[in-house]
Every structure is written in C-alpha cells, then in structure tokens.
C-alpha cells in the first residue's frame, strides 16, 4: 500500500542520469503484467538523447516535463503478434502502471503521458523514432529523480460511495 498510495506524477525533475540497473528493474516490473491470452504485446523504446526527448517534446503542450526527464519509455504494441487485439491497449496499460509503481520503490518520479489513442500525437511519436507502421505506440512515461523532496506523497482518494456490493 505504501507504494501505491505515495505515487504521484512528477513532472520536475533533477538533472541527474538514471543508473542502469534501475532502467533494468523497471522493465522487469512492466514485463510482469498480467495480459489477455498471456499475449505479452508489450515493447519499450527508452531514450536518453537530449535532442530526442526535446523532440518529443514538442508534439505536444502535455508532455513539457520531457525537457526535464532523465529518460522517457515509450510503451508500444506490436501489432503483428496478437491473439486478443481489442484487449492489448488494457495489457500495455498494465505495464506502463507496474513500471510507475516500481520508480517509487526506487526513489523515481515518473509521469505517465497518453499518446493512443491520439493519432496525431501516435503519429508524431513514430515519426521521430523510426518505429515500423506494425507498432502502435500506447504511453509515454517521463522518468527522473524529483526535484521536490516529497514529490511522491500520500494523497487520499478513498471515497466508499464508489463501491457498490452485489448488484449497483
Ligand atoms: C491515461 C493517462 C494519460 C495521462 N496523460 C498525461 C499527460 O499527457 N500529461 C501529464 O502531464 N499528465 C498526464 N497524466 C497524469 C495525470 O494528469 C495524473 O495521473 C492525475 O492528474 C492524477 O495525479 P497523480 O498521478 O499525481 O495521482 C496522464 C495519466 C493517465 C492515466
């Protein structure tokens, strides 16, 4: 619980590199989503080049923190390879949420970014990667250490009146 109520979105970061075995950590995290028909549809691009992230930047007013970001992933579907196609965006969801959960466990802040199902912004984003039209680009997950000391805090959105037992 601990983890998952102190994830926030962080969108300021310090000008500090991630340290390879963290890189490696979170896409363990991701690559350990459920999917439907176990289907796994997931592959990451992570990107570090200065000039790329400004890049991607730019495709939108949404995404600013990539200036700042020591790293962004990019969640991608392969499209090719599906046995369930209508549920691969819940199973790229899945792993882009085990991927933000395991930057709190290592002291990162993260922000998660939708691309899909905005062609434009799907479209921009394969542009400037090269990546084959058999990908669709899901998420855009900006990772850094935070520069605020308590970026990843607590805050409470428990609210009963959500639940509902048997029937609604
Ligand atoms: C599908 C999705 C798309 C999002 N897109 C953006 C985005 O483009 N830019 C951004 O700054 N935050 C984005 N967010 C982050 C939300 O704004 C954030 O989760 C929400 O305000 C709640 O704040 P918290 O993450 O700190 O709990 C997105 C979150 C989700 C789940």
Redesign the pocket.
């Known amino acids: 619980m601990d983890i998952i109520n102190r ?5 300021s970061f310090l000008d500090k590199p991630i340290e390879k075995e963290k890189i490696e950590l979170l896409m363990r995290a991701a690559m350990q989503a459920p999917s439907a028909r176990n289907q796994q549809p997931w592959h990451f691009v992570i990107i570090q080049e200065r000039e790329t992230l400004q890049a991607i930047a730019t495709i ?1 007013r ?4 990539l200036n700042e970001a020591s790293l962004v992933i990019i969640v991608l579907i392969d499209k090719d390879n599906l046995t369930a196609p209508l549920m691969a965006p819940q199973d790229v ?1 899945a792993a ?1 949420q085990n991927i ?1 959960l395991k930057a709190v466990d290592l002291d990162l802040g993260t ?5 899909y199902p905005r062609e434009e912004r799907m479209a921009s984003v394969a542009k400037i990667l090269n990546v084959p039209d058999c990908y669709q680009i899901f ?2 997950i ?1 990772v850094g250490y935070p520069k605020e000391k308590n970026a990843n805090r607590f ?1 409470n ?1 428990f609210d009963p009146t959500r639940i509902h037992y048997e029937k609604f």
């Open positions: 994830r926030r979105s962080v969108r939108s949404n995404v600013q923190m969801a882009t933000l922000c998660w970014c939708g691309i998420s855009l900006a805050v959105r």
